[in-house]
């Protein structure tokens, strides 16, 4: 490679940041997961499970409790409780078991299932929030959570027992590993 060569009469480049406060840093972080939090976790119970498109969903997720994770006190007397097979659950089986595991933890009720999902989604919402206050900066992280959070299909499915904020949180994750790792200052190469 060339050298850098100096142009008459401009300043050289430096490549340093501007160091920023960490109390900031930790107000712009804290700022970001309390909206997620507030807009992804009251009122869980306050949708209704029993709506046609979440009943399918969470049956599945109750049968996937009683069988894989032992919970007797699950099974409805004259349902179905036979472990669901990949074709009846028709996408990935990750939805369900989170959903299983909150009822497998706190019972039977509407908020139960909701609330693993709404996790999904808090953690979709943090992983992009890190990304963005690492490569460009906190309130760049701060603005893209709130946008995100606050987008209606993200905050719909986060709040829903429809399973699809599993995927939806997955690729963010996804997307943010392999975008931080592209670009992560690795030093430099001999």
């Known amino acids: 490679s060339l050298p850098d060569a100096e142009i008459p009469g401009e300043r050289p480049v430096t490549h340093a940041l501007p160091h920023k406060s960490s109390s900031s840093s930790l107000a712009s972080r804290v700022l970001a997961y309390a909206i997620a939090a507030i807009v992804l976790f009251p009122f869980l119970a306050k949708s209704g499970i029993w709506d046609p498109y979440e009943l399918d969903a969470a049956d599945l997720g109750r049968r996937i409790a009683v069988r894989v994770f032992h919970a007797a006190s699950l099974e409805i007397p004259g349902s179905i409780s036979t472990l669901p097979t ?21 019972g039977l009720h509407d908020w139960t299932g909701r609330l693993p999902l709404a996790i999904w989604g808090f953690l979709g919402v ?20 709130i946008a995100l959070v606050t987008m209606p ?26 975008a931080g790792a592209m670009l992560d200052d690795v030093g430099e190469e001999d």
């Open 126 to 145: 943090v992983a992009l929030y890190e990304l963005l206050a690492r490569l460009i900066d906190k309130r760049a992280g701060l603005f893209a959570a």
């Open 86 to 106: 990949l074709t009846d659950l028709r996408m990935g089986e990750l939805p369900f078991t989170s959903m299983a595991l909150g009822f497998r933890a706190f």
């Open 153 to 178: 299909l993200y905050f719909m499915q986060a709040r829903t027992m429809l399973g699809d904020i599993v995927t939806m949180a997955s690729v963010t994750m996804g997307f943010v590993g392999f």
